[in-house]
């Protein structure tokens, strides 16, 4: 495993975001397409979510997004962030605080 230095980690802005708006996307078996207000707007991100979670258990769930990342089209739908997950024998994982608190919330 390649080494990264803290400056390299500080450059990602990584945010608590609430999902408002979960669907499938047509022709992806794995895909959805996520509305999640990150704090200071509300971008569309796609997730290979489906198939592990069912899109209407995401809604109101507040998860980690990198918001600085690159956008990305993906299946026709413009991806404007990531939802950072674990990684369990090949399947997503989802990460939540473990407390209320606010999109747009900072992870450090």
Known sequence: MKTAEFKDFMKLDIKIGRVEEAVPIEGADKLLKLTVDTGEDTR???????G???PEELIGKKLPVVVNLE???IMGTE???MI?????GGEPVLLEPDKEIPAGSRVR
């Open 44 to 50: 569309t991100l796609v997730a290979g979510l489906a």
């Open 52 to 54: 592990i979670y069912e």
């Open 71 to 73: 956008s990305k089209e």
């Open 79 to 81: 991806s404007r962030g």
């Open 84 to 88: 950072l997950a674990a990684d369990s």
